[in-house]
């Protein structure tokens, strides 16, 4: 039988069109990921779990703070690198395309 995990979360709404991270790090004192691509296009994604808490937190408050759509945020591809030193993860707000009709069966 599977067991439920049960989350409680507040997150600061912010404004459409900007995003404070403060409230993603409460509590958090490990956050390390990483993502990477390959010449295919494939792409991994490997991380902590305070990691993956940062992460899950980041994109609840992308999906429930009423951003606009092209809001968007640019990051290092791994968590604690400096600015500038590696390539950048944007993670933007953007409509489905036309003709999505939800997820496939």
Known sequence: ????????????????NSMRFEDTYDGLDHIWY???????GNIELWAN???YEH???YFFKMARSGKNPGYHAHHSIEFAGEPGE??????????APDGFFGPRQ
């Open 55 to 57: 992460l899950a937190r």
């Open 49 to 51: 779990e305070d990691g």
């Open 34 to 40: 990483r993502f990477s691509a390959d010449e295919k």
């Open 86 to 95: 590696q390539p950048e993860l944007t993670i933007g707000l953007a409509k």
């Open 1 to 16: 039988m599977d067991e439920t995990i049960e989350v409680q979360l507040a997150l600061r709404r912010d404004t459409p």
